[in-house]
Nanobody
Framework: QLQLVDSGGGTVQPGGSLRLSCTASRSIEKYPAVGWFRQAPGKEREGVSWLASDESTYYSEAVKGRFGISRDTSKTTLYLQMNNLKPEDTAVYYC???????????????WGQGTQVTVSS
């Protein structure tokens, strides 16, 4: 069973930056994609960004142009650089392996424990 550990969350002011890390117990390069979902209080979990095995990337419209996803050369750690953070980015961020369901919708399968990101002045 793949283990994922999220880290890097915290509290920042609007306009600030954070870098999340997702450390895997083994190489993640053979999974279809690995990335982050987030869940804000009272809202459904939503996909934020992922990096596919073919090196293609996905960003939700809400974070496009502000967030950047990357992977280290050992293929065991994933990073999410978050810049120009906004209060609406406040959520628990979960690293996950990403698969595509029969209906074509992406879903997370193996999950990290989550890390809290709070953007507030």
């Amino acid at each position: 069973q793949l283990q994922l550990v999220d880290s890097g969350g915290g509290t920042v002011q609007p306009g600030g930056s954070l870098r999340l890390s997702c450390t895997a117990s083994r190489s993640i390069e053979k999974y279809p994609a690995v990335g982050w979902f987030r869940q804000a209080p009272g809202k459904e979990r939503e996909g934020v960004s992922w990096l596919a095995s073919d090196e293609s990337t996905y960003y939700s419209e809400a974070v496009k142009g502000r967030f950047g996803i990357s992977r280290d050369t050992s293929k065991t750690t994933l990073y999410l650089q978050m810049n120009n953070l906004k209060p609406e980015d406040t959520a628990v961020y979960y690293c996950a392996t990403v698969f595509v369901g029969l209906d074509g919708s992406p879903y997370g399968r193996d999950w990290g424990q989550g890390t809290q990101v709070t953007v507030s002045s």
